[in-house]
């Protein structure tokens, strides 16, 4: 099994930065993709951002040129730079990694527990 991990999250003003972190610990043999999603109340799950092990990244159109996403591929971990932050950001991210145990493991799709990011106006 995968286990992740969330850290970086809190409460900033407005236009202040947050830098989140996610690290990935298990059974691992290979992860492909990591991502970051976040969930506001009332509101359904979204993308923020996304990349791949060779370093191909996608962004949700909310956060371009705000929020850059990065990985450590030797530490298994991802991170999620957020800067001038609205309060329409805050919400609770979530890590997303897609990752095999084993050479001969399809590959499943694993949640990490998330971490609140509220901002405030």
């Known amino acids: 099994q995968v286990q992740l991990v969330e850290s970086g999250g809190g409460l900033v003003q407005a236009g202040g930065s947050l830098r989140l972190s996610c690290a990935a610990s298990?059974?691992?043999?290979?992860?492909?993709?990591m991502g970051w999603y976040r969930q506001a109340p009332g509101k359904q799950r979204e993308l923020v951002a996304s990349?791949?092990?060779?370093?191909?990244?996608n962004y949700a159109d909310s956060v371009k040129g705000r929020f850059t996403i990065s990985r450590d591929n030797a530490k298994n971990t991802v991170y999620l730079q957020m800067n001038s932050l609205k309060p329409e950001d805050t919400a609770v991210y979530y890590c997303n990694a897609w990752a095999s145990s084993g050479p001969l493991n399809p590959g499943s799709d694993y949640w990490g527990q998330g971490t609140q990011v509220t901002v405030s106006s």
């Open positions: 990349i791949t092990s060779g370093g191909s990244t």
């Open positions: 298990g059974s691992i043999f290979s992860i492909s993709a």
